[in-house]
């Protein structure tokens, strides 16, 4: 008897659930005070054993002081997260929260507008 396979792996399904997930309980459930800055959730990273899950998140804003004021309300309710999302995914094992935070849209954000100052320069 052949083993059924999928498509995507199972820990691609569940990074991606975790994702929309996670990214639901910050935004809604939460209501921690702390939080005041737009939060994305940018990707989940499951281990194999479903052991732990490193949750990168980009916080925008413009003043630095509320994101990291932001990003350390988040890594602060990790459990609680934790907690709300074995509720929501109703698995066996819910995996302990590694919050990271993501700077990919930031970077991209000042590559952005480096390569307009570029254009800009050339087209004078």
Do not use: H
Request: proline share 2%.
């Amino acid at each position: 008897m052949k083993k059924r396979t999928s498509a995507v792996p199972r820990t691609d399904r569940l990074n991606s659930e975790f994702k929309k997930e996670i990214y639901e309980i910050i935004s809604r459930r939460l209501n921690d005070p702390d939080i005041t800055e737009m939060v994305s959730v940018m990707e989940v990273d499951v281990s194999r054993d479903l052991s732990y899950a490193k949750v990168f998140v980009s916080v925008f804003s413009k003043d630095e002081e509320k994101k990291l004021k932001t990003f350390g309300a988040i890594k602060k309710n990790a459990k609680r997260i934790r907690y709300f999302l074995g509720g929501a995914m109703r698995i066996r094992t819910v995996p302990e929260l590694s919050f990271v935070l993501d700077g990919s849209m930031e970077y991209g954000d000042k590559m952005d507008k480096l390569f307009a100052e570029i254009e800009n320069g050339e087209n004078k």
